[in-house]
């Protein structure tokens, strides 16, 4: 091509030049930006967890060893993982109802997991 003619449509590329570098900003912007936004969440229950994402809250009742108790679920979903905490409250400190509740909830991640249930004693220190 002469040199005139390449020199005529440079003033109508310019424009498109400006556009492309703020689309390859825009591109490196999004790249950076991540998926996971962890927080902090402190809870009555006595935990504090560290989640990825806003959680989303569930209350309901499940019935465990024939007693209905209040279990509550806190979970964050990104990017196709789950992250989650489940608390039951008990309704008393009797040895066979923790027994029937800590078997409740092994059994349910079990299932969830698709495993068989392992158990091995480990102290838990309690927050006072």
């Not at 993982?81 to 608390?87: E, H, P, Q, Y």
Request: hydrophobic residues 45%.
């Amino acid at each position: 091509m002469p040199k005139e003619v390449i020199d005529s449509l440079c003033p109508l590329f310019r424009p498109l030049r400006h556009y492309a570098a703020l689309v390859c900003v825009g591109a490196a912007l999004a790249a950076c930006s991540p998926s996971y936004d962890w927080r902090t969440l402190h809870n009555d229950a006595g935990y504090t967890i560290d989640l990825p994402a806003k959680p989303t809250v569930e209350d309901q009742p499940v019935a465990v060893g024939g007693a209905s108790m209040p279990m509550r679920m806190q979970a964050a979903h990104v990017d196709g993982a789950v992250f989650a905490v489940g608390t039951l409250t008990l309704p008393d400190d009797r040895d066979d109802t923790r027994r029937a509740a800590l078997e409740f909830l092994r059994a349910g991640l079990s299932r969830n997991l698709e495993g068989v249930p392992q158990t091995a004693s480990v102290p838990v220190p309690l927050a006072a």
